[in-house]
C-alpha cells in the first residue's frame, strides 16, 4: 500500500510546507508575471508554481497524465522526471513540457500559457504596473529602498539634512516625504560618515513616503518584504526580495491562537472573558509570526533588519488579535471592524521581529466577518475585473464567499470550523510532509491506496486528503449518504473501537509508529458539517442574489488545504456546486497571493482598498433559511439529488 | 537701602517667576488679541500684561510716573496702587488707567491700546483668525477636541468604528484623519461604553488630522496646551486652555544642561566627548520641562491626560539635543540642522509627561545657529508683516538678531554668553523673587539704592539688574568705559578681594544672609563681553546689508532677562545701537510669544514655516571684520563714541 513510486502530485512544495528543506538550489522566473522563486534540488516546475503562487491546471493531480499543466522553457535546463511520461515540443526556441514532469536542474526562465493556468487568478497584475519584466518591477513596492547621491552641505547650499534628502527623493518624484524621531536622530550622522551617499528606505503610506531607514550606500543587504496570510487556524508567510519581486522562502505554522479556541467566534469569547485576553490572543500570533520569519531569515540568509515591509491579510478577528484590538463588537451585530483601510503600521508596533520601522500593510476589511483575506483574494484572482461572473469560495476555519464581477460584489461568511485545516479530527495534521492527501479505491480488488507528501512515512490527513477521503468512502460505499460508516462493509479495516466505527488508513505496523492512523465516525461527521456550512453560504449567497447556481461562469476553490484540491471530489462530496468541471478551479491561498500583490505593487494596494469599498455584505447568519439549507447539505452530496445529477 | 515702599515694577510677573504663588485669584482678558491669564490677588495690570506675553511701554519702569502702559478697563474693577499716582479717565464706559498703578481686584476684560504697546508685537495676529473673540478663538490650535454625537452601527449602516468618527469629522471639514495603533486598540471599548457619543482629540499635523485620543462625551478635563521656549540657559513655559485661550499656569528654571556647558558650543563639544552625550544632555532638558511641566499642571489643577499639545521653540541646538539628535554638524561650517519644518511628534516620544499622544510642535529652524526660537521671535512681534525696518535683537546665552521688514528678512548669531541670564557671574540669578533688578545712584548724596523682585531679601542679580547696574557704575564713574573699576573712586562699598576689585551691592548684615552680594571686576568683564558680542552682531549684520543704523525705524529688544528692560540702560551700555529712544522697545520673551501663537493657531504655525524659509542666514564667525568690531565693542558703550552722541 502506497505510492512511493508514483511521480510529485502538485503541492508537494506547498506554501504550506515546513521550512528547512535546505538551500534552495535554481531561481524559477515566471513569466508574464515576472514572479521568481527559489526552490529546492528536485523540484518540478509544477512546484515552483505552486511556490509562486500560480495555480496550474491539473487533472490527473501532477501524474503527467492529463496533459493540461504545460509550460514553456525558455531559459534554462529541465530534466524528466519519467522518461515514460516525457511530452516535449519546440515552440520557437523555447520547450514547451508538462510542468509535472519537468525538474529543475538550472535557474529557468518560465512562461505560463493561459491553457495552462487553473484560473485567471492573476488577471489583476495586467492592470499593475511594470508587469512582465520581473516582479512587477518598477511597480511601487510597499517599501523600497532608494540610493541618493547628495551634494554635502556648503555655505551657499546650507539646506537642512531632511530638506536635503526630500529634494534629492523629489527629483526621483517621491514626495511628500515625511520623517520620524528616530530617523532623524541618526540623520546627520549617518550622512556625514557617508559622505551624504545613501541608500534611503521608504514606505508608501497613506500620507506619502514615510522614511524607514538611511544607510550609507553600499551597506550589506538587500531589501525585503513579507507577504504574510493569517488564518485562524495557519499562519502563511512568503519572504520577498523587494528589487525582483522574488519568493526567497516561505512557511507555514498552526497559529499559536488554537489553544484559545478552534475558531474566531471561541476566541472572541475567550479573549472577552479575561481581563488580558486580547493581549494573550496578540502574543500568541505575534510568536507564531515571530518564529516563521526568524526561520524565514534563516533559510535565506536574509538580516531581519533587512526586511522593511509587511503586507498582511486575514479575516477582521485575525487582524483584530494582530493589533491588540478588542473584537467584542465584531461578533455582535452589526459585525462593524474598527476600521476599513488599516494605517500603515510600524512593525515595532506590531512587535515583528524585523526592522523596527518596516512598513506593516493590512489589508482592508469589509465587514467584520469579511476581513481582508477575502479582499486580498478578491484581488489575487482578478474576478473584480472580469466579465465572468465568478465565485470564490475560500475555505479557511472561517469560510468567506464571494461572488460577483467587474460591475457587482457580494459577499458573506460562514463557520466552516477548522476540519479541512486538520484541526479537531484525530488524523489531522497542516499539509506537510508526511499527511495523506489522496486516497484510492480500486472496485476490482477491493483495495485502498494512499499517497502520501513528500519522502517520509504517513503521520496524518491534509484538508485535501480528508476532501479525498471522504469522497473515496462515499463512491465505495464504505459510507452512506448520510456519511454514516455501513458496518456491513466487507473490510477489515472498518472497526469499532471504544463507542463509534472507524476506518483504518494505516496501521501502526505499517508505518513504523504506535499508533494507527484511522477516521473515526465523529471525524466524518466534523468533515461533513464543514462541507455542509460552505455549501450552504454558497447557497443562501445565489439565493440573495437571486441566481442559481448555473449562472456562475466560473467557481475559484481557495484554501490551504495543503496540497492541489481535486476538483472533482470537492464537489462529490458537495462542498460545491455541481456544475461543468472546467469551470471549478482550486487556486490555492488567494489571501496570501493578495497579500504578495499588496506588498508589490501600489496599484494592487489601491485596488484592495476599491475591492473592500465596493463588496456589499450580506448577513446569514439572522437568515432562517440558512439552518434549512445547511441541514439539507449534511448529506453527502447533498439532500436534494437533483442538485448533483453528475455525482452517482 | 532698598526700595521697598516704591511701586512693584513691571516685570513682577514675568514668565520666568517661579511657581508657587498659590492660587490664581482673577482673570484677566486682553483686547483686541483675546489673550486671557489668571493673576493673583494684587497683581496689577500691567502684571497681567506681561503674563500674557503682552509688552507695555514704560519708559519709568511701572512707577506710575511717564504716563505711557495705558489700558482700557471695559469690565470689571480695578483699585489704585498708590492713590497719589492715579490718573482715570473715562473713555465712553471704559476707565483709562495706568496699568502700573491698576490692582487687579475682579476678573477684567482690558483693552490695551496702540499708544500703550511697547511694539507692534502682535501685529501677526491681525492675520490670523478669529481674533478679537477670546484667545484666537476659533483659530486652529495644534490640537483640539471635538464633540461628535455619532449614529451607533446598524445593519444598514455598519461603516466600521474609524470610518464612523472620520465621517463624523468630515461633517466639520476636519479631513483627512489618521490614526495610530494605540488609538485603533481603545477605539471600539470607548465608542461602546460611550455609545458613540465622545469627544475626539485631534491634532493638526503636516499629514492632516491625527486622532490623539477619543474619550465618552462629558469626562472631566479641558484641553489644555503648552508654549514652551528652551534657551541655552532657562526654559519658560505656559499653560493654556486651548478653549479660551488663556494662560492658566506659567513658570521659569534653570535649564539642567548649564552643567554640561554654559553654551552651546561647549554642550554641543561635551556630547561630542561622551558616548552617551546626546543622550545625557536630552534627558537633562527633559528633567527640567518634566518638572515646570507638573509644577504648572498642579498649580492650574489640571491633568496632565489633558495636555494635547506642546509648542516649542528653542535654538537649533536646543531643539536637537530635545529631539536627541546629535549636534556636531550644527557647530561645523555650514553648520546644517537636522531639519527645518520639524514633524509633529507625540509626546510620548519626546519623554514629555503629558498625554502621550498629545501633539508637539517644533518651530523651524533657519540654520545651525538661527534656531526655532528666532522664528518664533519674528512671528511674535510680526515684523515680517511691517514695511518698518526692524531689528529685532534677541538676548539670549545664543544671541539671535534678525533684520528686515514685509520684504526680506536677513539673521545671524553670535555666542553673547549667559551673562545676561546670570550665570558665570557669581551674584547672578534668574528674574524671580529676589532679584535685584535695578541700581541708582544719587549724586548729590553720593548714595545707592536697589530695587528687588517680589516682597524678598535681596539674593541677586537678575539680567535686567546687571544692565542695570553696569550702566549705573559706569555714569558714577566707578568703572571707566573699559569696565575697569577705578580705584580712587571714594567709597567704602569699593574693595579689593582676593585678586580683583569688586563693588559691594548688599552687605551680609543688610540682608541677614551669611554672605555679601557683590559685583567683581571679573564679572563686569563678562557683561561687557557679552554685550559687545551683540552690538558687534548688530554692526556686521547692518554693514553686511550696506545699512547704517538710522536707517532702522524699530529695535526689538527680547529676551528673558527676568524683568521689563529699561532701554535706556540698554544703549548706555552700548548693546544697541545708539537711536531715538522711542524706536527702542523692549518685547519680552519673544521666542516663548511666537510658540504661544503657534500653539493656538495655524496660521500662526504656516507663517512660522514661511519666515523661516524667507530668511537668509548670514555667517558673521567666518567674517574677519566681525573679531575687529567686537574688539570696538568692549568698552562702554563703545570705542567710536561718535557712534553713541547721546550717551555722555
Redesign the interface.
Known amino acids: 500500500m502506497g505510492w512511493a513510486s508514483l511521480p510529485a502530485r502538485p503541492g508537494e512544495t506547498p506554501n504550506l510546507r515546513g521550512l528547512g528543506r535546505g538551500t534552495m538550489a535554481h531561481q524559477v522566473t515566471f513569466e508574464p508575471e515576472g514572479w521568481v522563486v527559489s526552490v529546492p534540488e528536485g523540484a518540478t516546475v509544477l512546484d515552483a508554481a505552486v511556490a509562486a503562487g500560480i495555480a496550474m491546471e491539473t487533472d490527473c493531480g501532477g501524474q503527467g497524465v492529463c496533459g493540461r499543466c504545460v509550460a514553456l522553457v525558455r531559459e534554462g535546463t529541465v530534466r524528466p522526471l519519467d522518461e515514460a511520461r516525457w511530452q516535449e515540443t519546440a515552440v520557437g526556441a523555447a520547450r514547451r513540457v508538462l510542468s509535472c514532469q519537468a525538474v529543475v536542474v538550472s535557474d529557468l526562465v518560465v512562461e505560463v500559457p493561459e491553457d495552462g493556468r487553473a484560473a485567471q487568478q492573476i488577471a489583476v497584475l495586467g492592470s499593475a504596473e511594470g508587469v512582465g519584466e520581473g516582479g512587477l518591477r518598477g511597480a511601487t513596492r510597499l517599501a523600497m529602498r532608494v540610493e541618493l547621491e547628495l551634494p554635502p552641505?556648503?555655505?551657499d547650499?546650507?539646506?537642512?539634512?531632511?530638506?536635503?534628502i526630500r529634494r534629492g527623493l523629489r527629483e526621483r518624484g517621491l514626495e511628500?516625504v515625511?520623517?520620524?524621531?528616530r530617523l532623524?536622530?541618526c540623520?546627520?550622522?549617518v550622512l556625514?560618515a557617508s559622505g551624504f551617499r545613501v541608500s534611503v528606505a521608504l514606505a508608501d503610506t497613506?500620507?506619502?513616503w514615510q522614511l524607514i531607514d538611511v544607510l550609507p550606500l553600499g551597506a550589506p543587504g538587500r531589501a525585503h518584504g513579507l507577504a504574510v496570510d493569517i488564518g485562524t487556524t495557519t499562519v502563511a508567510l512568503q519572504l520577498v526580495d523587494l528589487e525582483t519581486g522574488a519568493v526567497v522562502a516561505h512557511g507555514g505554522e498552526r497559529n499559536a491562537q488554537v489553544r484559545f479556541g478552534d475558531d474566531v467566534i471561541s476566541r472572541i469569547v475567550w479573549s472577552e472573558q479575561h481581563g488580558d485576553g486580547v493581549s494573550r490572543l496578540q502574543a500568541a500570533v505575534r510568536e507564531t509570526l515571530g518564529e516563521l520569519i526568524v526561520q524565514a531569515c534563516h533559510e535565506a540568509h536574509v538580516s531581519p533588519r533587512d526586511v522593511i515591509a509587511a503586507s498582511i491579510a486575514g479575516n477582521a478577528t485575525m487582524m483584530s488579535f494582530l493589533?491588540?484590538?478588542?473584537?467584542?463588537?465584531l461578533r455582535r451585530?452589526?459585525?462593524?471592524?474598527?476600521?476599513?483601510d488599516?494605517?500603515v503600521?510600524r512593525a515595532c508596533?506590531?512587535g515583528l521581529p524585523i526592522h523596527p520601522r518596516a512598513a506593516v500593510f493590512g489589508q482592508a476589511?469589509v465587514?467584520g466577518f469579511v476581513g481582508a483575506d477575502i479582499t486580498a483574494g478578491v484581488l489575487a484572482t482578478g474576478m473584480a475585473d472580469s466579465p465572468e461572473l465568478t465565485l470564490l469560495v475560500d475555505v479557511g476555519t472561517n469560510g468567506e464567499i464571494a461572488l460577483g464581477n467587474n460591475e457587482w460584489l457580494v459577499c458573506c461568511s460562514c463557520s466552516a470550523g477548522p476540519a479541512f485545516e486538520g484541526v479537531g479530527i484525530e488524523a489531522g495534521m497542516h499539509g506537510g510532509s508526511g499527511a495523506i492527501d489522496r486516497l484510492a479505491y480500486d472496485p476490482q480488488t477491493d483495495e485502498f491506496t494512499y499517497h502520501v507528501i513528500g519522502d517520509a512515512p504517513p503521520r496524518g490527513l491534509c484538508g485535501t486528503g480528508f476532501i479525498d477521503a471522504l469522497a473515496t468512502l462515499f463512491a465505495a460505499r464504505v459510507i452512506d449518504r448520510a456519511g454514516a460508516y455501513d458496518p456491513g462493509f466487507p473490510s477489515p479495516r472498518l472497526r469499532t473501537r471504544t463507542y463509534e466505527p472507524e476506518f483504518l488508513l494505516v496501521l501502526a505496523g505499517e508505518r513504523e509508529a504506535p499508533d494507527d492512523i484511522a477516521l473515526a465516525q465523529s471525524d466524518l461527521d466534523n468533515l461533513i458539517r464543514s462541507k455542509a456550512a460552505v455549501h450552504a453560504g454558497v447557497s443562501i449567497l445565489l439565493r440573495r442574489v437571486g441566481l442559481q447556481p448555473p449562472a456562475i461562469e466560473r467557481i475559484l476553490l481557495a484554501g490551504a488545504f495543503g496540497s492541489n484540491l481535486p476538483v472533482e471530489q470537492a464537489v462529490a462530496i458537495g462542498l460545491l456546486p455541481d456544475l461543468p468541471r472546467e469551470r471549478i478551479h482550486y487556486v490555492g491561498n488567494t489571501s496570501l497571493q493578495g497579500a504578495l500583490r499588496a506588498l508589490l505593487s501600489g496599484e494592487a494596494r489601491r485596488r484592495a482598498s476599491e475591492i473592500a469599498r465596493r463588496m456589499t455584505?450580506i448577513?446569514l447568519s439572522t437568515d432562517t433559511a440558512f439552518m434549512e439549507e445547511y441541514m439539507a447539505s449534511m448529506f453527502l452530496p447533498h439532500t436534494d439529488m437533483a442538485r448533483f445529477p453528475s455525482v452517482t
Open positions: 552641505p556648503t555655505r547650499d546650507s539646506l537642512n539634512d531632511l530638506d536635503r511628500p515625511h520623517a520620524d524621531l532623524l536622530q540623520l546627520p550622522g556625514r497613506e500620507a506619502g493589533l491588540g484590538v478588542e473584537t467584542g463588537p451585530d452589526p459585525h462593524s471592524p474598527v476600521a476599513g488599516l494605517p503600521f508596533d506590531l476589511a465587514s455584505y448577513e
